[in-house]
């Protein structure tokens, strides 16, 4: 069975083997629908609008919700801060489920 890899980003090529997202509501979309997928590589600035920390709350809720307890990623996101951000909240969640 083929791993489901998510990549957020609005800008960069998408790696081979990985399914697309651009921004927020398409991140949104796809975990509703597909559940969440085996890896997610996160950007954090994505244009206008909602960025990759916040797709990164709406996952924690997501598992909460749903009893995950791990979240495999990384973060590509060029944005010191916001990469921090988003690990922080990840590992943390990670640790602490």
């Given at each position: 069975?083929?791993?489901?890899?998510?990549?957020?980003?609005?800008l960069?090529p998408t790696p081979?083997g990985?399914?697309r997202?651009?921004?927020f509501?398409?991140?949104?979309?796809?975990i509703?629908?597909n559940?969440?997928?085996?890896?997610?590589?996160?950007?954090?600035d994505?244009?206008?609008?909602?960025?990759?920390?916040?797709?990164a709350?709406?996952l924690?809720?997501?598992?909460?919700?749903n009893?995950?307890?791990?979240?495999?990623f990384?973060?590509?996101?060029?944005?010191?801060?916001?990469?921090e951000?988003?690990?922080f909240?990840?590992k943390?969640f990670?640790?602490?489920?």
């Amino acid at each position: 069975m083929q791993s489901k890899r998510l990549y957020l980003d609005d800008l960069r090529p998408t790696p081979e083997g990985f399914e697309r997202v651009y921004d927020f509501k398409e991140f949104v979309n796809y975990i509703s629908q597909n559940g969440l997928p085996d890896f997610i590589s996160f950007d954090h600035d994505l244009g206008e609008g909602k960025t990759g920390l916040d797709c990164a709350k709406f996952l924690v809720e997501y598992c909460l919700d749903n009893q995950i307890h791990k979240i495999n990623f990384q973060v590509h996101s060029q944005n010191p801060v916001g990469k921090e951000n988003i690990e922080f909240l990840l590992k943390n969640f990670n640790k602490n489920h």
